[in-house]
């Protein structure tokens, strides 16, 4: 983990979020600037900076956030949703910790 990451801090329960889901890998949460009517993030606990950082020994942690993606947006019921993730400040990420955005509810979803 990091000391100056924000989501790091959430992970370890210094910032409050919103939470969906949690586990020993993961922390889910509510997006707090939403663009759909359900939006929420699923982070890893361990601090990676962004999927350009990723190597072959996260491809269990990669895998299983994928899995979680579709489990969870059914439990808030979606019925169809969108994935994201922002790689890199040319690529839109604004905080620099790997996460994965889900977000769906509405018949026309922002295109991004």
């Given at each position: 983990?990091?000391a ?51 190597e072959?020994?996260?491809q ?12 969870l ?6 019925k169809?949703?969108?994935?994201m ?9 604004e ?7 889900v ?10």
């Open positions: 983990m990091s100056d990451c924000i989501f790091c801090k959430i992970a370890k329960g210094e910032i409050p979020s919103n939470k969906v889901f949690e586990d020993d890998q993961f922390i889910v949460f509510h997006d707090i600037k939403p663009i759909a009517p359900v939006h929420f993030l699923i982070v890893p606990k361990a601090h990676i900076e962004s999927l350009l950082s990723t072959v020994t996260h269990d942690l990669l895998g299983k956030a994928l899995l979680m993606a579709p489990k947006a059914l439990q808030l019921g979606l169809g949703f969108r994935t993730i922002n790689t890199g400040r040319e690529g839109g990420q905080v620099f910790h790997l996460h994965i955005h977000f769906g509810g509405s018949a026309v979803l922002p295109r991004t």
